[in-house]
C-alpha cells in the first residue's frame, strides 16, 4: 500500500518510494493500492490516473476488504 497525502506528494523522497513501488508492480512482483489521505495534489502522481486507489474515510475496515479483494484472497478476513 501507497499512502499519499499533501506531505508526501510534496516531497521527493515518498515520491521516489511510490515510483520504486509502482516499478515493482508492472515487474510482477508486487501489487500496490494507493491510500489517499486528506486532499493532496494528485497531479503531482500522475500514474493514478490509470490506478485502482482508495480514499481513507477513517474506516478501515473497508480498506481492508478491498485490499482482501485485490489479492484476491478466497477466505473471508473476520472482523470483531
Known amino acids: 500500500m501507497a499512502i499519499l497525502s499533501k506531505d508526501s ?3 521527493k523522497w515518498p515520491q521516489a518510494e511510490i ?15 494507493p491510500l489517499i489521505v486528506g486532499d493532496p495534489d494528485l497531479s503531482k502522481v500522475s500514474f493514478l490516473e490509470q490506478k485502482l486507489y482508495l480514499n481513507w474515510d ?11 479483494k485485490m489479492l484476491q484472497i478466497p477466505e473471508p478476513l473476520e472482523f470483531s
Not at 515510483?19 to 493500492?33: C, H, P, V, Y
Open 9 to 11: 506528494v510534496e516531497k
Open 19 to 33: 515510483n520504486a513501488a509502482l516499478a515493482r508492480e508492472l515487474a510482477g512482483k508486487q501489487k500496490i493500492l
Open 58 to 68: 477513517s474506516n478501515g475496515k473497508h480498506i481492508a476488504e478491498e485490499i482482501h
